[in-house]
Structures are given as C-alpha cells and as structure tokens.
C-alpha cells in the first residue's frame, strides 16, 4: 500500500463542512486481497487495536466494524486505513468519527478521508496506522521497504510508538481548557481560529475578535497577571485588605530560607515565587534540612523562593469569572489505598489502570509516576516503593493535588460557605483578573473562613478547566460558557458580514465591484482576491490570494467589519474554504476551465466544486439562474433566502420566484435601453440603466453587466440600501488601478487598447462579444493566448472564437509553460485558427508575450480597437501605456472604414483581395509592414 498524496481540509470541501484529511492510496496488489483473505489480519489488528470493536461501520451498531472486516471475504485496505487512523486519534483524546474511502478511480487506488481535530495528529496517525497495516500482513505482501528496513532499526513495537503519538498529540492538541473554550464558543456559534502551535486562539472575525492564550484573555489586564505570578506581591496585597493569607517571606539562599522558617514557624511550605501547576512545592517541612533541600527544588524552576506558615486542610481551587464565583473543586493529591496485599509500585500501577487516566493532559485524569517527590514522601514515612500498605490507608505521593501530577477533583460548588463565595470574589477583584483561580486550603469549604480558619495561599491568572469540567467525583461544571459570555455579552456581534464568490468568470470584477458598494457605505471592508488581500482599499499582500489561507489573513485583521471573499476553484480543491460560513454566497457561472486537471474532468463536477460556497450560505445564496449548472445548486442550500440573477426578463422559474416574494435580480428591457431590476417581497425596485454603470461601457459589456447585478443583489442581501448600491455601481468602473486585468480601457493612444486577463473560452468570448459591439472605425485586432495547463480542446476553442472577430490576431504563450513546450500553445493556436479557415497572412506568432504585446500596438493603427489577453498584467499595463507610436496618423477627411470581410457580422465577402482592384464600394491597399487591408472608399 503506498501513500500517493495528502490533502489536508481545513474549512468546508467537497467531502465535509468540517476539517479532514484525504489521503489517497495505491494498494497495488493488495487490491486482490481484502481483510478476510489475509491470513491473521483480523485478529492481529483487533490485538493491537482492540477498541476498534466498537466501531459501528455501514451496520451502524458496535461491532459493525469487525463484520465488515471478517464476513464475505472482508474489505479493503483502504477502508481499514480510515478506520485505524480515526481510532488512534481517538486513543490520543481526539473526538473524531467522520470518514469514508473511495475508489480514486484507477484500479487499487483510494481516496481516503477521514476527520482530524489538529492537523499534525491525523497526519501523524496516518502514518502510524499505515505502519500497522504494513506490520500486519504476510511478509510476501509487505511493501519491499517495510520488509527490508534499515539494518539498525529496531523491530515494530506498535505499543510503544503509540505511546509516542499520545505524547505528540499533547504538545500539539487544545488542552483541556483551551478545548473547553473553543467547544462553549462553537455551542454559541461563535467562530474560532488557532493562531500559533500552542494555544492563542482568536473567537470571532475583524473588528469584533477576542482571542484567549489558554485561560488569559484578551481582556485580561497585564499589570493583574503580573501581580499575581508574583507570590510576594499578591499576599501583600490581599493582606492589606482583610483577606486570609499566611504569613510568608522571599529568600535568595538555602541558609536564608531555614532562617525565614525559624522565625515564621515550622511547619512551613517551600515553593518557587513565579512557577504555577505546582511546580517546585513542598508542604509541611518541618525542620531546617528539609527546608534547604526544598529550596533547592524551588531554585530549579524561580531564582527567588518563597517561605510561607503551612495551611492544615484540604487545597480548594475557587473559579472566578467576570466577578462571579462559578465553580469549586477539592484537590486531593495523588494517592494509593492499602489493601494489604499489593505494594505501594503495584497500587500505582493499579490506580493507573483506571482508563479516566491518560499521559498529561490526554484524559481527565493523570497517571501518578513514582518520582523524586514521590520518593522524598515514602523516605519521610520510612517507606519504600515494595512496601504493602495496611488495608484502607491512604498514602499520599504528592505533595500537592495539581490534576496534572495525578489529582483528583471533588466538585463542591453547591456547598461552599458564602462568605468563602465573597472571599473569593474580593480576592479576584483586589488582583484585577477577569478570569481567577484562587487556591483556597480549610478544613471544610461548606464552613465560613471566619470561624474554622483558613487562608488563600495562592492566586492564579491562567487557572486550568479540566478539574471542573470533569471533575473525578461531583457534579461536572460548565466554566468555559460563563467566559464566553464575558467575552461576548448577549447581544454583542462575534462576526462580520461574510460575501463569498465563485464562478468561472468574473470572480474578481463582482468582488471589487461589491467591495466597493460595501466601501461607499461606510464600512471597512476586506477584500481578498486575485492580486492581493486589500483592507479598506489599501493592498496589504500581493499575489494570488483567492484560497483559505488569504481569507483568513482578512478575518484575522482587527479592522475589518465586512469581507468579500473571491474563492477560486483551486483552493478549494487544494485545502478547503477558510472559514465555515457566509452570510451571503454566490456562484455566477460554470463553464469548461481547468478541465482535466485534479480529478475535475467534467462541468458538472467542476459545478460540485463551487456549489460548496452555496452549500455554507447562511443568509442568502445567490445563483445565475441561466446556467443551468448554477440553477440545480438551489437545491444544495440551507441559507435563509436564494436570490436569482437572470438577463431573461421572461425566465419562467424567476417569474414564480418573484411572484412568491422572492429575490431577483433582473435585466429588463425600458425606453431609454436596459434597466438592472430588483424584485423582494414583491416590490419592482429598478435600480440602474445598464448605460450608466461605467464598468459596461455604456451597456456594450454584457458580461460586466452580469457581474454589476450579481453585486447589486448581494449588497441588497447584505442590507445595503438601493440608493447606496446605485451610488456605488455608478462610482465603479474597470481601471487598470480599480480592478486590474479587467477589462482595463487605455485611449490614450490613436487608437483604442483593451487589456484583459481572460484565459478561458467563456471568457474570450464575451470580450470577443464586446469587441463585435464595440464602435471601432478601423480594425479589430487581437493579442491571444491560452494557459499551458488547459486541454487542447481548450486552447482550440479560444482560437476559433476569436478568428470569427478579429482582423489580426497574434498569438503566444505564457511566460509559466505549466508543462507545455515553448511554443505549443501558440501553434495550436495558429492550427486552430487555420483550421477554421482563418487567412494565414494575418496570424502573427511570438511566443514570448512582451514581444507579442510590442507587435500588436506597432500593427495598430488610428482608428483600430487592440485587444490585449495578458498574463503578467502590471508588465502587459505599463507595455501599453509607455509605447510611442513610430507613426503619424495619416490625416483623412472622412473616417477610417470598417474591419476586413471575415471578421463582418453580416458576412460581406471582398472581391478581389490578393489585388489592388477594388470590389464594390472597397478599395484594397498596403500598410508599411506589407499587410493587405479593404477600406470602405468615400461617398
């Protein structure tokens, strides 16, 4: 079995809404051997995996699983794969079920998709997984490099190794109480995003955001945290105001501290002054040697140490959040219980056995390990690690009841004191921390302070989750929600209004064009598309940035209160969207682009594709209610509203949807020319002439007039005004500085350039259109070209529309061949071009694009309209707007006549062209580079 590829999927794909991970596997001839067929498969994997018994499968009850693996000659390795994988990830604390296996479409070859919580993990249990299968079959069925291996690697110890993958999971997963807060933010619908490989995390998008670094917030005052790391200055302070503390002094030395505990008293604690989960601590010291050997524990984790009188009584951990006391637990350190028969080593042994107990942070429990400090206690009661308790005594072998040296938590909310209530909530407050955990030792908590003692030994700023969430004994408390709603009163936004938009063409025009509608209307808005992420107008990246990662670079900016979000195809196929949802999505066309490449062969999977922004609008889906394609995605949504864009004022479904009170955009026909339309709740709202949106150029350019009403409908979706979204579509037009390769309009020359980035035959062809409509007294002439990565039929097909249109054309390539050679794109261009009977003495081919560019605008002439396809567009602008015609423009009286016969709508054939006889009302003549031109003669 051999691992071909890894996909990783962060925001929603074609497999989930969720995170997973593709792999996509080659089992060779392991296709000819399902589970059942391997001799010991079965009963090996259930040894090494036992919990795999519990899995449901298709029979969707425990044991499911195993039937599939045993009954009717088994199943496929790749199904196991996704199986195992899910399940070592859940050996290490993962909560993960979602996954399934299908053929990739060659024989023996599988995607296999599975769920992941943090990325490295699944990876990691992949790899381990694979491991184990390969371990597990016959030694002629191994890959040759798992039966070989090295010569110095040790033999497959699956135990061990899992071991290492739990302990990997938890230097990389949430801890429990960052997990805890991100599980009570996603109950609240409130968004989230892991910022580093520990555990920053961000709640909510752009303006609205609050992040978290485990229990500290982003609220949390600095100077309170720096307060209470330092012991010193805490106890003071809560001193100063009533509360109980115990008396306590800093020292610097071993000798200083038996001194400091002389004159406080024995028994006395030693502990570091700024550690925290009971690091360094030793309790009720009681002579001066214990004191110095404590001290040197301290040194190892603060350079200064804190003596203080030891507190009798039980360590009670009070949660304090926003002022409230919100939860109590009891610690009690870890500890065995005699039953006179088993040995101190063998009742750890036997008390880690309990399955609540895991490495870390991995359960809700930790294993108790017989170490120094453990060691220290048993010498303290002249004990060993052989020695076999009586029966029912406890031993404890901890100083301390941290969870995460082997604790246990006793949940005593409901019977705490409430003046113990009102000293915790006082101490929260004289620190300054909004979230607080003040470790409070008495005998009895249900008891006031006040008359059986006690005192609060320390403050902690981060304080952990985990001994209330799943305490070991009591009622589990929810203390992640209450920070949450401090973060995020009711009431208060935790997101900013999401536009998402796909489409094979004119992603980027709408984007800008809506960016820009949002712009006018006041808010500050993010926009990331195809040459860059922009905040509020200003590009902050350049590049491509159409995938997840660009679009969570905008969610993570703190100024930004709305984003319109270009999602290409590819990075959707790559890695998935960036965020889990929209407000507002929208799928303008599909059509033939980036066929064959990825596993997308067809339109209608290629329409799967982009049906995800769909799938994910909350608000409103907006479809091209022309495309056929984009019209079945309807059916796909669960967003609140579906608002339809139609250029048929007769379109029979929309007429139904606006007569339901339905959205609609609609291009109808007036008077004064064409009128963008919008119908809600059965209110006609006309909204603009297509002659006065600057980016149609005067309502010639259809495609921008599409565009223009996809922005429309979805700026009134998101609750723009009308007035506001005129406005803004009439302040909008294609310059190169506003919406770069979009049809960008440059007349500063004799004659007219057009420069555009479209590289697909829809997009050719519908500023091939405009070219046909646009008033041009001379020629139509063309730069063309295809990306090298598209089909041959492809690049074809671009060549046959643009010979029907153009007068001269020139053809290249792209300076990125994308696996082509470097001229096969521009002579299949050419071959297309003569194929379909386009004259040869007009077809120019430069492959290089600059030269390509250089011979189109020295071919022009006054009055001619240049059509420029580029790829490098910032280049292929600047080409355009410093070139200096060599020329003069010759001086007539009458203008420049109409375009050669077989670029004529109406077909006029022009007799007598290889001559300089003219034919009726034609004369034929010569520019200087030698190329015949029919000029209409002068009445």
């Known amino acids: 079995m051999e691992l071909t590829e890894r996909r990783v999927y962060r925001g929603p794909s074609l497999y989930a809404h969720f995170p997973v991970m593709r792999l996509t596997v ?141 302990d990997f999971a938890q230097r990389r997963q949430l801890g ?73 002094r800093v020292v610097r030395s071993a000798e200083a501290a038996a001194s400091a505990a002389s004159r406080l008293g024995y028994p006395v604690v030693v502990k570091p002054l700024d550690a925290n989960h009971g690091r360094g601590v030793s309790l ?84 108790i390990e017989l170490d120094a400090q453990a060691e220290r206690l048993m010498a303290q009661k002249g004990v060993s690690a052989s020695t076999v308790l009586p029966k029912d005594e406890v031993f404890f072998l901890r100083g301390t009841g941290n969870l995460s040296t082997g604790g246990t938590a006793i949940d005593l909310t409901d019977v705490v004191h409430p003046d113990n209530r009102e000293m915790a909530i006082r101490a929260a407050s004289a620190i300054g921390l909004d979230v607080c955990g003040v470790d409070f030792i008495t005998d009895d908590i249900a008891e006031s302070y006040r008359e059986v003692g006690g005192g609060i030994c320390e403050v902690n700023a981060a304080p952990g ?85 660009s679009a969570q670079m905008v969610l993570r900016d703190p100024a930004v209160d709305l984003a319109v979000l270009e999602t290409a195809r590819g990075g959707l196929l790559r890695a998935g969207m960036g965020y889990r949802s929209c407000n507002v999505g929208a799928v303008l ?73 339905g959205l609609a955009a609609v291009l109808e026909e007036g008077i004064n020319g064409q009128m963008i339309t919008l119908y809600d709740k059965g209110v006609h709202l006309p909204l603009l002439w297509t002659h006065l949106v600057p ?22 979706a998101m609750g723009v005004k009308v007035e506001n979204v005129r406005q803004g579509l009439r302040t909008f037009d294609t310059s190169y500085f506003q919406v770069p390769g979009r049809m960008n309009v440059f007349d500063k020359l004799p004659f007219k350039v057009i420069l555009d980035y479209g590289h697909n035959p829809a997009a050719v062809q519908a500023m091939a259109d405009l070219a046909r409509r646009l008033d041009c ?22 060549a046959r529309i643009a010979g029907k249109v153009f007068d001269r054309i020139v053809v290249r390539r792209d300076d990125d061949l994308r696996g082509r050679g470097a001229d096969e794109v521009p002579k299949l261009l050419e071959a297309a071009l003569l194929a379909s009977g386009y004259p040869k003495e007009q077809i120019e081919v430069l492959p290089d694009e600059q030269e390509a560019i250089l011979a189109g605008l020295a071919a022009a002439r006054a009055g001619d309209l240049l059509l420029i396809f580029a790829d490098k567009i910032s280049r292929s602008w600047k080409q355009v707007i410093y070139f200096k015609p060599d020329w003069e423009p010759e001086r007539r009286s009458s203008p420049p006549p109409p375009p050669s016969s077989h670029a004529l709508p109406l077909g006029l054939e022009v007799a007598g062209a290889a001559s300089d006889e003219s034919a009726a009302g034609m004369t034929v003549i010569a520019d200087e580079r030698g190329v015949r031109l029919a000029r209409e003669q002068d009445d």
């Open 26 to 166: 080659d089992l060779g001839p392991l296709e000819d051997w399902p589970s059942a067929k391997i001799p010991g498969f079965v009963d090996g994997l259930l040894e090494a995996v036992p919990s795999l018994r519990s899995h449901t499968c298709s029979y969707e009850s425990a044991g499911g699983f195993v039937r599939r693996l045993s009954e009717d000659g088994g199943t496929w390795l790749g199904h196991v794969l996704e199986h195992v994988a899910i399940e070592l990830q859940q050996l290490t604390g993962a909560n993960v079920v979602f996954g399934k296996t299908r053929s990739a479409g060659p024989a023996g070859v599988y995607h296999v998709v599975f769920e992941f919580e943090e990325e490295r993990v699944g990876e990691a249990a992949a790899d381990l997984a694979i491991e184990l299968l390969h371990h597990l079959l016959p030694e002629d069925l191994r890959p040759k490099r798992a039966r070989d291996g090295a010569e110095d690697e040790p033999p497959f110890d699956f135990g061990a190794k899992l071991v290492e993958l739990v």
């Open 695 to 716: 980016a149609t150029m005067e309502g010639k350019a259809l495609h921008n007039v599409q565009n223009a009403m996809f922005a429309a409908v979805m700026a009134y």
């Open 465 to 549: 989750f985990r001994m209330h969430v799943a305490p070991t004994e009591g009622k589990s408390r929810d203390v992640a929600g209450p920070v949450i709603d401090m973060l995020f009163p009711a009431g208060t936004p935790s997101k900013i209004p999401i536009a998402a938009i796909t489409g094979t063409n004119g992603k980027t025009t709408t984007s800008r064009m809506l960016a820009h509608i949002q712009k006018m209307n006041g808010h500050t808005v993010g926009l990331a598309t195809t040459d860059g992420v922009y905040i509020d107008g200003v590009r902050t990246v350049a590049g491509d940035m159409t995938g997840p990662q």
């Open 284 to 367: 009720d010291l009681k002579n001066g040697d214990e004191v110095r050997a404590a001290f040197d524990k301290a040194r190892e984790h603060a350079r200064s140490v804190v003596v203080e009188n030891f507190l009798s009584g039980f360590d009670h951990r009070m949660l304090v959040i926003g002022g409230e006391l919100v939860a109590v637990a009891k610690r009690v350190p870890g500890h065995v219980v005699g039953d006179g028969v088993h040995s101190i080593a063998e009742l750890v042994g036997i008390v880690n056995a309990d399955p609540r107990r895991g490495i870390g942070h991995e359960k809700v429990l930790t294993r």
């Open 777 to 798: 007294g001379g020629r139509r002439i063309c730069v063309l070209s295809a990306p090298g990565d598209r089909r041959d039929e492809d690049i074809e097909e671009i």
């Open 176 to 248: 429990p109480s960052t997990g805890a807060l991100v599980r009570a933010a996603e109950a609240r619908d409130i968004p989230w995003m892991r910022l580093n490989d520990q555990s920053l995390i961000q709640f909510g998008h752009g303006k609205h955001q609050k992040r978290i670094q485990a229990t500290v917030t982003s609220e949390t005052r600095h100077i309170a945290v720096s307060i209470a790391s330092d012991k010193e200055e805490t106890n003071r302070i809560l001193a100063d105001l009533g509360l109980p503390v115990p008396r306590q």
């Open 589 to 661: 066309n599909v059509t033939a682009d980036h066929l064959g490449i990825k596993g997308i062969d067809t339109l209608e999977q290629l329409a799967e594709v982009k049906r995800i922004v769909i799938e994910v609008a909350r608000d409103c889906a907006v479809v091209n209610a022309d495309d056929l394609h984009c019209l079945k995605m309807a059916d796909h949504t669960k967003a609140a509203r579906i608002a339809y864009v139609t250029m048929n004022p007769k379109h029979d479904l929309v007429r139904k949807h606006i007569r339901a009170g």
